[in-house]
């Protein structure tokens, strides 16, 4: 079965750029009909969606945090990321990787673990 | 954007007790993509159910979800400890996706 992992810095400093992967495991992030996304939740709140990207590249992105973000795909390394520029304390959050399936469910329906990032100097 | 709001904020409840969550949207979700994510400490949220009323696979029978327009509500019918935790919906409309800000669901 699908599983994903993220990776990356636990720590960035205020003014840098988060930079976050995604290892999708047990299937191919080449299959259509998969968006995969970066969702962030502040400490002790709710979720927020960042962006999708799909496998050929296409982007999508919150218009919260558009001018900041960028995400990519690997297919190769069958991985996907987030660049998060000029942070802010307001950035610390978790940020989860997961794959909405828009053909059987229209919803996130695998997530990865979470990765916990704190801006701060 | 649509916004969504749940409530209560928390549900304080018994283990075999009937839970009631409730999410309303701004705007009429006219294309059913409302959405349940159960989440517990430390976790990942996990899919509940989708397409307003249609469970995931694994979810247990005791879970059920209704609604259309702006209103939808997901039911527990009978609390196991294993349900206490905090339930999110979530819609997409208009290439966005958002997400409640969450009902927790208490042991009282």
């Known amino acids: 079965q699908v599983q994903l992992q993220e990776s990356g810095p636990g720590l960035v400093k205020p003014s840098q750029t988060l930079s976050l992967t995604c290892i999708v495991s047990?299937?191919?992030?080449?299959?259509?009909?998969?968006?995969w996304s970066w969702i962030r939740q502040h400490p002790g709140k709710g979720l927020e969606w960042i962006g999708y990207i799909y496998y050929i590249g296409s982007t999508y992105y919150s218009p919260s945090l558009k001018s900041r973000v960028t995400i990519s795909v690997d297919t190769s390394e069958n991985q996907f990321s987030l660049k998060l520029s000029s942070v802010t304390a307001a950035d610390t959050a978790i940020y989860y990787c997961a794959r909405y399936d828009s053909s059987a469910y229209d919803a996130f329906d695998i997530w990865g673990q979470g990765t916990m990032v704190t801006v701060s100097s | 954007e649509i916004v969504l709001t749940q409530s209560p904020g928390t549900l304080s409840l018994s283990p075999g007790e009937r839970a009631t969550l409730s999410c309303r949207a701004s705007?009429?979700?006219?294309?059913?993509?409302l959405v349940w994510y159960q989440q517990k400490p430390g976790q990942a949220p996990r899919l509940l159910i989708y397409?307003?009323?249609n469970r995931a696979t694994g979810i247990p029978d005791r879970f059920s979800a209704s609604g259309s327009g702006t209103d939808f509500t997901l039911t527990i019918s009978r609390l196991e400890p294993e349900d206490f935790a905090v339930y999110y919906c979530q819609q997409y409309g208009s290439s966005l996706w958002t997400f409640g800000q969450g009902t927790k669901v208490e042991i009282k």
């Open positions: 397409g307003v009323f």
């Open positions: 047990g299937g191919s992030i080449s299959n259509g009909g998969y968006y």
């Open positions: 705007q009429s979700l006219r294309n059913n993509y």
